[in-house]
């Protein structure tokens, strides 16, 4: 397999997409390099576990709370520890202040530089937590105020729209999971020549099919909830798509009323356990006359006509691998419709949130 | 005032929306009996203090999910305790078990029925924690499984949409913080009148400009985004709109490259801080050229030419009072799109899922 290098800036202007186009091309290569760092994310864990850490809190925005929301189901299943997601407004708008001792709390950005979770992190660190920045800049002011810090080295991002860096956000949290509960990295063995698969899967039919779609909907449950949630921001920001998100769960507590035979539904699922729970989804979509397009979970996919396949890794590693063809989706849909996906409307590459 | 009596169950066919019309009118009378039975929310936190609670656990789905992301809010900010919401999927479905001891886990749920919250609840308990449920079903299997029980006592909701039942549970949640604080609910001294009002605010004219949206944005930020969520969830569910609620962080973080003047923005302010922290926000709205609707909060409403005015409260209290004229707008929505929101496509009052 031919693994290409990673992008350098440049200056010269560039053909809208190519920006994304590289980066999604470069995951697998930026997987592999993670893979070989793992002494380093070693070295934090054995910091972690001189601490006796009672529960994980997680703090992001935009495409690394994706992140956040992969590493909360980790933290549960493999560590078995509780594990929450922190609304930053009560600490930087409202002035909380909680008792955190015992607490890992994990701060996520590629940029290291949103103003407010900076805020919220050294607010952390003063309550009384163990503080670990994991982001894409070791000089930024986030991995400086943070006490532990991992760099996912995914080289620089110039598309606005994330897709390297999360991958890369996802594989570090994987392995300080997989370094603190003691294992030894095994199951990602093969990750690498996945995701070089996962890059060039034929999506081309999808691209076509959703030209027109005016909305779509994109559901998961347990392990691919956070890739539908991804797969749904890139095709907002780069498609100016209505794209809404919904655990297969909550998809049928009220928001399923709105899906019909004009509302496209992608259906991650991560096989397993996240496999089984959506089988009913998917009884439900059928129903209400919607068309369903199965990512994933060959077995899932044989219940439905349209299918993008994904090289199969276990369930915990499938975010790594399922999120890379709905990257390539969202890019062909940008590009189909005239937009430039490495530049979206209104964007910036750092967002300063207060 | 004149505040109607609660409904009772009946089972002739009624005219369409006629029972979410009924138990939108029914919530001021509902927040006063609430507030009237504050000795029961007091034995429950004379429980919860024999306890050494250090962090608190919220579990539900739909309307109720945004119940507790507001408990979340108070949790943090009034008691300054860590809080989360709970992933269900990875105790239900992967099997995973925490210690939760010096956890309160607090499930709300309307219905006190579905499958999944149960059994969560039941291993929360196993695994240690206080278990509090949350209902507007004493006899449930949800309030027989918990160790306590606060009865929302909201009477039968016929609508599919619920309405009363959210407005109930935001009040018994923020009755057992009160409580739990100490303090003595004089904050709430006026809420009845206020939601009052708030359900005879005239919404007509966004009706009206609505009545062709494909998709609508809500946003809110801190005490707000709750009530951003509930309203997209209602609008999706009532009149089949692809409506997005995003925090107003989150939505300059990617969603906004889809909002252009075809996207219709309700803004949802608290007032205080929620209201400053998201006064950026309609900023770029504004550069977008997207419309922005504010709701509450006079002063973020005078930079926009579409208001919804509600009658103010005590920032903390303002979803139970905020959320009232959004339901009405689904309601008028759905009428005015020919649908009937006591009966959306395919949804049932409680939701089985596993």
Redesign the interface.
């Known amino acids: 397999m031919t693994i290409t290098t990673h992008s350098t800036p440049a200056l010269e202007p560039t053909a809208p997409g190519s920006l994304m186009r590289t980066e999604i091309s470069e995951q697998a290569s930026i997987v592999e390099s993670l893979l070989g760092a793992r002494r380093a994310v070693d070295a934090i864990t054995a910091e972690v576990r001189q601490h006796d850490i009672?529960?994980v809190?997680l703090a992001a925005?935009?495409?690394s709370?994706h992140a956040a929301l992969y590493a909360?189901?980790l933290v549960?299943?493999v560590l078995?520890?509780?594990?929450?997601?922190a609304?930053?407004?009560?600490?930087t708008?409202?002035?909380?202040?909680?008792?955190?001792r015992?607490?890992l709390w994990v701060a996520i950005s590629q940029s290291g530089g949103s103003p407010?979770l900076v805020a919220a992190t050294a607010a952390a660190g003063e309550a009384g937590a163990l503080t670990l920045a994991v982001t894409n800049a070791p000089a930024s002011d986030l991995a400086g105020v943070a006490q532990l810090h991992l760099d996912i080295a995914a080289g620089v991002e110039r598309s606005v729209?994330a897709t390297k860096t999360y991958t890369a956000e996802l594989l570090a949290l994987w392995l300080l999971v997989d370094s603190w509960v003691g294992r030894d990295g095994r199951l990602a063995a093969g990750l690498p020549e996945a995701v070089a698969s996962a890059a060039v899967v034929d999506v081309s039919h999808i691209v076509n099919r959703y030209r027109y779609a005016?909305?779509i909907v994109t559901t998961g449950?347990?392990f691919s909830?956070p890739t539908a949630r991804e797969a749904a921001?890139k095709l907002?920001?780069?498609?100016?798509?209505?794209?809404?998100a919904f655990?297969?769960?909550?998809l049928?507590?009220?928001?399923?009323?709105?899906?019909?035979g004009m509302t496209p539904v992608i259906v991650v699922s991560p096989g397993g356990?996240?496999g089984?729970?959506l089988r009913?989804v998917l009884d439900?979509l059928d129903?209400?006359g919607a068309e369903a397009c199965v990512v994933g979970d060959a077995l899932l996919g044989a219940q439905s006509a349209l299918r993008i396949p994904v090289p199969p890794v276990v369930e915990e590693l499938t975010p790594i691998v399922q999120i890379v063809p709905l990257q390539r989706l969202a890019l062909g849909l940008a590009l189909s419709r005239g937009l430039d996906p490495d530049r979206?409307?209104?964007?910036s590459k750092v967002?300063s949130?207060?």
């Open positions: 009672r529960y809190l925005r935009g495409s709370d909360k189901y549960e299943t078995g520890l509780s594990c929450g997601l609304s930053m407004s009560t600490v708008g409202y002035g909380a202040r909680s008792d955190l015992g607490v407010d729209a005016a909305r449950r347990g909830y921001l907002m920001e780069t498609c100016h798509v209505a794209a809404t655990s297969g769960a909550d049928l507590h009220g928001p399923v009323a709105h899906v019909d356990v996240g089984r729970l009913p439900v129903r209400h979206p409307r209104g964007l967002t949130t207060l």
